[in-house]
C-alpha cells in the first residue's frame, strides 16, 4: 500500500487521470471515424462497420480476468503501461490498414479489425491497471470517488475526441488519423513513468469464474447501461447523416460534457449514500435520453438526447463498481474490477453489429429505442437489487 498522504494522492489521480485522458483519445477518436470509414471509404454496411467498432470489446471481455489478476499480483502500474504500449501498436496496424499498398478493400478491413482486436486487448490492460494502481494508492474508502475520476478521463477523451477523429478524418484520412494516435499513448507513459506502483494486500487468490459469482449482479446493471453509449458512439455520426444533418461529429461532445459535468458534480455521491440509489436516479436519465435521440424530429433536439443520455450514464460505473468491490476482499480489487468491466464491455461489443442489423432493416434512430428499452431493464434490476440489499441488512439486525 502506498503511504502518500491523502492530499498529494489525490494531486497524484488527478495527474494521472490526465495521462489517461491523452491515451483514451486514441480509442475516442477513433471509435466514430472507424464507422465512416468502413461505411464510407471501404464501402461496406451498417453492420460491418458495426463490427469493426465493436469488435474491439471481445477481446477486452476476454483478457479482463488477465489484467486485473496482473493488477492484483504486479500491481496495476505494470498493467496500464502493457496496456500503453498495446494502443500504440494497435494504432500502428490501423494506419498499416489504410495503406495503398493494400490493393483491396477486403484486405484493409481485416487489417484493420486485427488492430482493432489489439486495442481491445489494450483498454483492458490500461483500465484496470489504472484503477487498481489509483484505488490501492487512494485507499478503499474513496473507491467511488477514484472511479468517478477516472470516469471523467476516459469520457471527457471521448467528449473531445468524437468530433476531433471526424475531423482529423475529413483533413488528414484515416492514415493521418491513424498516425497520430500511435504517439498519444507514448506521452502519456512519459507522465506516468516517475509515478511509483502501489500495490495492494496479498491474500489467498480466488477463480475469476468465483469473483464473477460474486459480482454480477451489478456487472448486469452496468452491462445493460452501456447498450446506450455504444449505440451513441458507433452510430449517432450516421444516424445524422442518414437524416441529412449538421453536426454529426458532436454526438459524443455532448455526450461527454453531459457525463463530465454530472461526475464533478456528484462524484463522491456512491461513497456517501450507496451505489444503489445513485444508480436508480442515474438509469432514469439514460433512459429519457435515448428516447429523445429516438423520436427526435431535429439536429438540436438530438444533441438534448445525447446530452442527457451522458449525463445518466456518468454515474452507473461508480456507482455500481463500488457495489462490486464491496462483494470481494481488498486483495482481490483488480479482479472484481476486471470482471465488472467485462459486463460493460459484452453490451459494448454486441451493441455494434445489434444496433447495425437494426440500422439495416428498421432505420437508425430505432437504435435508441433498444438503449432506451435496455437503461429501463437496468432500472428494474438496480430496484431489485437495492431490495435485496435491504432484506440482507434487516435479516442482520440483532445478530450477534
Known sequence: M?????????RQLVWMTLALFLSYLSVAMAMPAVAVHVSQTLGFGNVLSGLAVGIAFLSTILSRGWAGRLADERGGKVAMFRGLALYAVAALLC???????????????????AGRLLLGLGESFALVGMLGWSMAAMGPARSGRVMALVGIGMYGAFAVGGPLGLWLLEDLGFAGLMAGSIFLPLVSGLMLWRIAPAISNQGRRSPFVQVLGLIWKPGAVVGLQGVGFAALGAFFPLYFLAHGWQGAGYGLTFFGLGFVLVRLMAGSLPDRIGGAPVALASLSVEALGQTVLWLAPNPALALVGALLTGMGCSMVFPAMGLEAVKRVSAHLRGTAIGGFAAFQDLAYGATGPMAGWIADHFGHSRVFMVGGLAASIALLLTWRLRQDGSAERASKVGVP
Open 2 to 10: 502506498s503511504s502518500i498522504s491523502p492530499k498529494n494522492s489525490l
Open 95 to 113: 494506419w498499416v490498414s489504410s495503406l495503398p499498398a493494400l490493393r483491396h478493400d477486403l484486405t484493409s478491413y481485416l487489417v484493420l479489425l
